[in-house]
């Protein structure tokens, strides 16, 4: 068709159409510009949002920040009251130390010079009554025959805490122990020496520990000793020697079926001359359990007991880590 021919149709409605379909074309080129400047605005505020989350995470983590600077610090301060503790406890521990020693000293010398004095006692009580025995009464004589068992006993006294200073004196000679074997020793003397007692002797096997043989020796002695003595007014005693682990920790104990004690006095066995039967009831000096005490912490470990009147005994004892005293 020639643009003339086109003209016989053109009353300008091509136009407006084709001006309506630009117009058209235009409002809906703005309708998606509208709707894309919406999305948009909606990024921009996800955006927004974002940040906002953003600067607050910022500020908790430097809220947090500061709080592992505030517990560094205290932290810091706690470990250097610690150290601090420590060396007081070190210091104090090194004082008690030289005071121990300083005391082993002296009861050692103190024991030593008190024999000389007592044998003299002894020897002079004894001239009497051989001497003069013609010119004394009965009454007289009984008398004498007291001063020589206080003499006697006081003798014991002074070599039992002759015993206990040499016991802190040297350097522990540290090897395997057989500890059951040592059990078993004293309990065959002990029963050699009282066949006619009846004693069920339990002795575990193969218990054994690092330590020096003497001294565990002398500390089984003494526990072993006491748990035969205190039952031997049973018609059937029982002694028995065993291990048990207690939170990792071996401890040692002598159990018996003895007459026991009052648990409330259980804090003084382990001092020098405490005894918690009379000497006409159990013959004895009390300075066998401050023996155990004392070799037991020379090696570190410690000793405790648990008992009921009538009820039999246990002693425990611990060998820990190595020690200097
Ligand atoms: N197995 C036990 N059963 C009951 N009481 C005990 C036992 N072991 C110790 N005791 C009590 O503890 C006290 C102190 O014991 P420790 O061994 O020190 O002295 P002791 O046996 O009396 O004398 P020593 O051992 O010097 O000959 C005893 O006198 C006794 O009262
Ligand atoms: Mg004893």
Not at 25 to 39: G, I, T, V
Request: with cysteine.
């Amino acid at each position: 068709m020639t643009a003339r021919a086109a003209g016989v149709f053109d009353d300008g409605s091509a136009e407006r159409r084709a001006l309506m379909n630009v117009l058209e074309d235009a409002e809906s080129e703005k309708q998606r510009l509208s709707a894309a400047q919406r999305a948009i605005m909606n990024i921009l505020e996800d955006f927004a949002d974002e940040k906002r989350q953003l600067e607050l995470g910022q500020r908790a983590t430097l809220n947090l920040l500061e709080e592992i600077d505030t517990e560094r610090a205290r932290a810091e301060a706690a470990l250097l009251e610690l150290r601090q503790t420590v060396e007081s406890l070190r210091k104090a521990k090194a004082a008690v130390e030289a005071a121990n020693k300083e005391l082993d000293a002296f009861s050692y010398s103190a024991a030593h010079d008190l024999r000389a004095p007592l044998r003299g006692i002894e020897g002079f009580s004894e001239a009497l009554l051989e001497e003069y025995d013609d010119k004394l009464e009965e009454q007289g004589r009984v008398y004498l025959r007291h001063v020589q068992a206080c003499a006697r006993q006081m003798a014991e006294l002074i070599e039992g805490l002759l015993t206990l200073s040499r016991l802190a004196r040297g350097e522990l000679q540290r090897a395997e122990v057989d500890l059951s074997e040592l059990a078993r020793n004293t309990l065959d003397r002990l029963q050699s020496e009282a066949p006619g007692r009846h004693v069920e002797i339990v002795v575990q096997d193969g218990i054994s520990a690092i330590g020096d043989k003497r001294l565990l020796g002398a500390a089984l002695d003494n526990l072993l000793g006491n748990a035969w003595k205190f039952t031997a007014k049973r018609a059937a005693g029982r002694v028995e020697f065993g291990a048990r682990a207690s939170d990792g920790v071996t401890a040692y104990f002598v159990r018996d079926n003895g007459v026991g004690f009052d648990m409330q006095y259980a804090g003084k066995l382990f001092g020098v001359f405490q005894r918690l039967h009379s000497a006409q009831e159990f013959e004895g000096t009390g300075i066998g359990l401050a023996t155990v005490e004392r070799i037991v912490r020379r090696h570190g470990g410690s000793v405790w007991a648990e008992s009921a009147p009538d009820r039999g005994a246990t002693f425990y004892f611990t060998l820990g880590e190595e020690r200097s005293q």
